[in-house]
């Protein structure tokens, strides 16, 4: 059994930061890849940013430059530095874990970018 739980979401002003992390535990031999992922009301869940094992991170045009993802492969956890944030970054956040040959979601963590 996996489990991935996500922390740190909250309520911003646009401008603003929030860090966001993410642990997953159990039964995990090695991890490949995580990634965060959101969903916003009415759209479809979209990748944010993600981070392979070997440590190259990709990010989606809406988050280049703002945000910064990192893994400590150790402790098996993630992490999502979000600066310069905007009212269209508000959604539920979702942290993504790739063990093969299965992959695992968290509960997702609400963050709201509001004045």
């Known amino acids: 059994q996996v489990q991935v739980v996500e922390s740190g979401g909250g309520l911003v002003q646009p401008g603003g930061s929030l860090r966001l992390s993410c642990t997953a535990s159990?039964?995990?031999?090695?991890?490949?890849?995580m990634g965060w992922y959101r969903q916003a009301p009415g759209k479809q869940r979209e990748l944010v940013a993600a981070?392979?094992?070997?440590?190259?991170?990709t990010y989606a045009d809406s988050v280049k430059g703002r945000f910064t993802i990192s893994r400590d492969n150790a402790k098996n956890t993630l992490n999502l530095e979000m600066n310069s944030l905007k009212p269209e970054d508000t959604a539920v956040y979702y942290c993504?874990?790739?063990?093969?040959?299965?992959?695992?979601w968290g509960q997702g963590t609400q963050v709201t970018v509001s004045s």
């Open positions: 993504y874990t790739v063990a093969l040959p299965s992959h695992y």
């Open positions: 981070i392979g094992s070997g440590g190259r991170p």
């Open positions: 159990g039964s995990i031999s090695s991890i490949n890849a």
